[in-house]
């Protein structure tokens, strides 16, 4: 009888407080042993020159969600946690989106009908409140929050999503009831919805415009208006997707103040810009999501928002749509007015090794850090912690084995996903996940997929670390 049902051996295990060497046993897929000498094991793996990390948690990702008539997200929760899997995430937190005029409890059982069995990674989700009726707002979303979907997400802007002021301030209140923790989509509708009609009369319709329909300063107003609101119901709020420098100093404004403000970005707010938008014949489509990626200074304001801690989470908000597709980024109402263009991109698989790259690689973040933003914090943030989102005794052995010595370049043709393109192919990164595990399955080993669809479990998730008693 071996002492451990694997070790993994030789490594260097960081986690998001410290770097060691040491050995890691597994046994019934949790963490039973850090040390050396451990014993003997059924399955070992050595980790000679590798880093071994918790797995990643991507907490912002929209998998096979609704997104309008004749629009199709190409990736189900199958080919989604695969291609997550590969890029050394573990869970996955995607949204369940309440369609308006639907009930909370049928668009959850929609989500599980669509996810369970399928995947390789462990999976919770985030309700998305599009219709906050009375009975949403008094018995479905508490007993939602109960049964572990214990986040929700809100919109300012989009047809079909957005709530008012008072709607948002009535759904923070059952936050603020029930001990939920509240995401918001911050960007003006208004201002949103004034500029598009303009430059559709003036006939600026391609791509690129999309980036200019949605401003900065519609973020940041609507990130300053999402604080106030929370600070007015007297909650936490997540700020999603910040892309520029406007909208950190609101949020560091609103801190300042007192208000507890929780704040995520994402790789396209650091390796990507509006040029991207600019390709021809429809080229600009592929880069199309919201907020749009801005300019190179912004670019260097999320770095900083990144390097002094200002963000505590680094997600994907991979949304994918096919390019070459008909039901994707190239539907043909797209080409009469970039407002019709399926809004968001692919980035499960390629959301850790660029920011290994840009951010450890080339030393603006230790792996410590690394570990907070795309692990640590999204565990303790949603209710998942200490279970997931370190590497300690008891947890579960969610762990992704990296090689840091690793070079390529990133190719669509190398992932898992279900899309037919990335907006990072061409990027050159150093260090790539090659072996992942789940509750200590080998889900990948050296590259290659070495389980079955399935092997995620759904999460019930607790509540977050950060909403006060
Ligand atoms: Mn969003
Ligand atoms: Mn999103």
């Given at each position: ?31 039973a ?6 014993g ?6 050595d ?65 599980h009908?669509?996810a ?44 079909g999503?957005?709530?008012t ?15 939920a ?32 329909s ?38 560091q ?13 994402c ?53 994918p ?33 660029i ?6 690689m ?15 914090n ?5 209710g ?10 008891g ?25 037919d ?10 260090g ?9 399955t080998?889900?990948?080993r ?24």
């Amino acid at each position: 009888m071996a002492d451990y049902d694997l070790i993994i051996r030789n490594g260097t295990v960081a986690t998001g407080s410290d770097v060691m060497n040491a050995d890691v046993g597994i046994t019934d897929g949790r963490i039973a042993a850090l040390g050396h000498d451990l014993g003997t094991a059924a399955d070992t793996i050595d980790a000679t020159g590798k880093l071994v990390l918790p797995g990643g948690i991507d907490s912002h990702v929209h998998i096979a969600q609704p997104s309008g008539p004749d629009v199709v997200q190409t990736d189900g929760f199958e080919s989604g946690t695969r291609s997550a899997v590969f890029g050394g995430n573990t869970t996955v937190i995607p949204f369940c989106l309440q369609e308006r005029g639907q009930g909370l409890r049928q668009a959850i059982k929609d989500y599980h009908a669509k996810a369970d069995g399928q995947c390789y990674t462990d999976y919770g989700f985030h309700l998305i409140v599009s219709d906050p009726t009375p009975t949403v707002l008094g018995q479905e979303l508490p007993a939602a929050i109960g049964d572990g979907y214990s986040s929700f997400k809100v919109f300012m802007t989009y047809e079909g999503l957005a709530l008012t002021d008072a709607e948002i301030l009535e759904v923070m209140t059952v936050a603020r009831g029930t001990g939920a923790l509240v995401m918001v989509h911050a960007e003006n509708y208004d201002i949103i919805r004034h500029l598009t009609a303009r430059l559709e009369s003036e006939g600026k319709i391609e791509p690129r415009y999309h980036a200019t329909s949605r401003p900065i300063p519609a973020e940041r107003e609507a990130t300053h208006r999402a604080c106030t609101l929370a600070e007015v119901a007297d909650v936490p709020v997540v700020i999603v997707h910040v892309s520029n420098g406007e909208a950190i100093e609101e949020i560091q404004r609103a801190r300042a103040r007192g208000v507890k403000v929780l704040a995520e970005t994402c790789p396209q707010y650091l390796v990507l810009t509006a040029k991207d938008l600019e390709g021809l014949n429809m080229e600009g489509a592929k880069y199309v999501c919201s907020p749009p990626p801005r300019d190179k200074q912004s670019q260097d304001a999320c770095w900083t928002g990144i390097e002094n801690g200002t963000f505590d989470f680094y997600s994907s908000d991979h949304s994918p749509f096919r390019f070459n597709d008909e039901k994707g980024k190239l539907l043909p109402k797209g080409r009469t007015s970039f407002r019709w263009v399926p809004n968001g991109i692919p980035g499960i698989e390629t959301r850790l090794p660029i920011l290994f790259s840009e951010g450890v690689m080339k030393k603006r973040i230790d792996l410590p850090h690394f570990v907070r933003i795309t692990a640590t914090n999204h565990a303790k943030a949603y209710g998942l912690y200490p279970r997931k989102g370190s590497i300690a005794i008891g947890a579960d052995a969610d762990i992704a084995i990296w090689d840091p010595t690793i070079t390529r370049t990133i190719r669509h043709a190398d992932l898992h996903d279900n899309n037919d393109y990335t907006p990072y192919e061409g990027i050159a990164v150093t260090g790539w996940p090659v072996t992942t595990m789940v509750r200590g399955t080998v889900i990948v080993r050296d590259g290659v997929l070495a389980a079955q669809k399935g092997v995620g479990s759904f999460l019930k998730r607790g509540k977050s670390a950060f909403v006060p008693d």
